[in-house]
């Protein structure tokens, strides 16, 4: 994008937040960004461990399914 590289962007993206924010709601911004990240961390965490129990599940009722089908 134009040129720009990520550091470069993220450079830009500071100076307009210290612009318009000023100095110290860059705490509180970098504390809610620190919340929101945990959050999502917690909530991939959540989802994938429902898709494991959900994929353990599934396994076993394949075998329970499978296992009289194969006896006869």
């Not at 040129?3 to 000023?22: M, N, R």
């Not at 100095?23 to 959050?39: N, Y």
């Not at 599934?58 to 075998?63: A, I, M, R, V, Y």
Request: charged share 35%; aromatic share 12%; net charge positive.
């Amino acid at each position: 994008m134009f040129g720009l590289g990520f550091p470069e962007l993220a450079i830009i993206l500071v100076v307009i937040v210290v612009f318009f924010f000023g100095g110290e709601k860059i705490s509180d911004i970098a504390r809610g960004l620190g919340r929101f990240t945990g959050e999502f961390q917690k909530g991939k965490a959540d989802m994938e461990r429902e898709i494991k129990k959900a994929e353990k599940e599934f396994k076993k009722s394949e075998k329970e399914i499978k296992s009289p089908v194969d006896s006869n």
